[in-house]
């Protein structure tokens, strides 16, 4: 099995599967999915529990984290669907026997894969979610984290709300006020713990805000 595909053929697959128009998401790819990696391990994810994968695109995260996890510990969840066939070429690239489950939706339906998960990741994700989404995100979330499960989320102080369009075709928005008072009051309403900037000697490399929720 190979550790990594060029930066090159990854460019090269984006183009041939229609993904997308290549950006930083390809010239950060490993920077970003390295950080997700030592990220979740050092708050303290390991091979035999399970991972949920937030917009996980075309599988940056998943191609280092099925390898790593036990045979069918990941989940992904991604509204793209260029990108499922896309992950499933990279996988395929790598020579990862592993099975992995990858869901396209919009709708957030964690509760579709009949599985309670340990840890969960949403990497740039709650920068494009409108504030209804966000009030899924964590209903859905609610019913699916095991018990001291952890959510580890991305996000940014946004003085005014953006919209925009994905790769000119998927809407998307970036909203205002998703400050750290914002998520306090989620995990008030859930009963759950927050945790900001859990983990000091691991910057993001993009400088996004990072905070936990532990179930």
Request: charge should be negative; proline fraction near 6%; hydrophobic fraction near 40%.
């Amino acid at each position: 099995m190979k550790e990594k595909i060029s930066l090159e053929r990854l460019i090269d697959l984006h183009v041939e599967y229609r993904a997308g128009v290549p950006s930083n998401r390809e010239l950060m790819w490993y920077e970003l999915g390295t950080w997700q990696m030592e990220a979740l391990r050092s708050l303290g994810m390991q091979s035999e529990h399970s991972l949920l994968d937030i917009g996980c695109g075309p599988m940056r995260l998943g191609m280092q984290a099925v390898p790593y996890l036990a045979d069918g510990n990941f989940f992904g969840v991604d509204p793209y669907s260029p990108y499922k066939e896309l992950g499933k070429a990279i996988m395929n690239e790598l020579g990862c026997g592993k099975s992995y489950r990858a869901k396209v939706s919009d709708k957030l339906p964690f509760q579709e894969f009949e599985r309670k998960m340990n840890f969960a990741i949403a990497q740039s994700v709650i920068t494009h979610l409108s504030l209804e989404q966000i009030d899924l995100l964590f209903r859905n979330l609610k019913e699916v984290m095991e018990k001291e499960g952890t959510f580890l989320f991305t996000f940014n102080h946004n003085r005014y709300p953006l919209g925009f369009l994905y790769e000119a075709k998927h809407p998307m928005m970036a909203p205002a006020f998703i400050d750290r008072e914002f998520f306090q009051k989620i995990a008030t309403e859930y009963q759950i713990e927050v945790v900001f900037d859990p983990l000091p000697n691991l910057p993001h490399p993009t400088g996004q805000a990072v905070a936990y929720f532990r179930y």
